[in-house]
């Protein structure tokens, strides 16, 4: 069964936000993701590290997100958020 990743308790735009786990330069944390197509806000308690490739995982089972694919620019692992 899978479980909804909307945080409503955190917002961010003003909406519930999409709650990840995020592991970054040896620190793992929690990121919080506008739920607004198109915005790049988002709320984090680790620091997010320019270039360095951050690891997704759900916040209820902890399985990685990342995907097969790659992305087109840099090469780093695509996150799907689709079930």
Request: charged share 20%; hydrophobic share 35%.
């Amino acid at each position: 069964m899978w479980q909804s990743l909307m945080d409503e308790e955190y917002k961010v735009d003003g909406e519930p936000s999409i709650k990840l786990i995020i592991e970054i330069g040896g620190k793992s944390g929690t990121l919080r993701l506008s739920s607004i197509y198109g915005s790049f806000n988002y709320l984090a308690d680790t620091e997010l590290i320019a270039n360095e490739v951050t690891k997704f995982y759900c916040p209820h089972c902890r399985e990685n997100l990342a995907t097969s694919d790659a992305c087109n620019t840099c090469g780093a692992p695509m996150v799907s958020f689709v079930a």
